[in-house]
């Protein structure tokens, strides 16, 4: 006999971490999403170095967790091939709570960063919800093959596309075809920025952001 798919809604809790304090003096909001594997608490530990009075973090952490290196570590996934159309709303849901948590005041630079599979939901949450931000970082991450430049009318933010030359998941190919679909996406707001190195967050760059 053949099983039947439903579907139900329910109320959860997810964590997320912040870095420094959100105040008068805060300039910039980073809003990150890290890569498959880390933990939101791990990741933010990347964003030290900026300015801490100028800079407040946020961090959202995926919700679908797993053991990794025989049961001693727990790390984070965004998404997969399985349910993502369902699952990319669960997780625009999640970011609109946090936004409205945080309750970000307007005259502040919201500054969208996704790392590695963090790249997926960042460029999607600011489509899905023409979320007009002062930056949109894309760090060695695949940009969604379903986008099209219509789906960033809106945005008049700066675009970094930064990766590693070394990175093991990348190949002169792979580049070519990523920044020509970067630049089909973003036009003249796009900004390439390859370092030589290998699938690592360089924060050097990071810190040269703001």
């Not at 309750?103 to 630079?109: A, M, R, V």
């Not at 963090?118 to 931000?133: D, H, L, M, Q, W």
């Not at 998941?169 to 070519?176: K, V």
Request: hydrophobic content about 35%; proline content about 2%.
């Amino acid at each position: 006999m053949q099983s039947t798919r439903k579907e139900i809604i329910y109320t959860t809790k997810k964590p997320y971490a912040t870095l420094n304090t959100l105040t008068n003096s805060t300039k910039n909001v980073w809003f990150v999403c890290h890569g498959m594997g880390y933990l939101s608490k791990y990741f933010i530990r990347y964003f030290n170095g900026l300015n801490e009075k100028e800079n407040y973090i946020i961090a959202p952490q995926a919700t679908s967790l797993y053991y990794q290196k025989g049961f001693k570590h727990v790390g984070a996934s965004w998404l997969t091939k399985e349910n993502t159309l369902a699952e990319t709303e669960n997780i625009m849901e999640y970011f609109d709570a946090i936004l409205a948590e945080e309750n970000i005041p307007s005259d502040k630079n919201i500054i969208v960063f996704g790392y590695s599979q963090g790249v997926s939901v960042a460029t999607r949450y600011v489509k899905n919800r023409e979320f007009n931000c002062a930056q949109l970082v894309l760090h060695s991450g695949g940009i969604p093959k379903e986008l099209i430049a219509e789906d960033f009318k809106h945005l008049t933010a700066k675009v970094s596309l930064i990766y590693g030359t070394e990175d093991e998941y990348l190949n002169e190919e792979r580049i070519a075809q990523e920044t020509k679909f970067a630049k089909t996406l973003f036009k003249s707001n796009l900004n390439i920025i390859p370092f030589k190195g290998k699938h690592v967050v360089n924060v050097e760059i990071i810190n040269s952001l703001v």
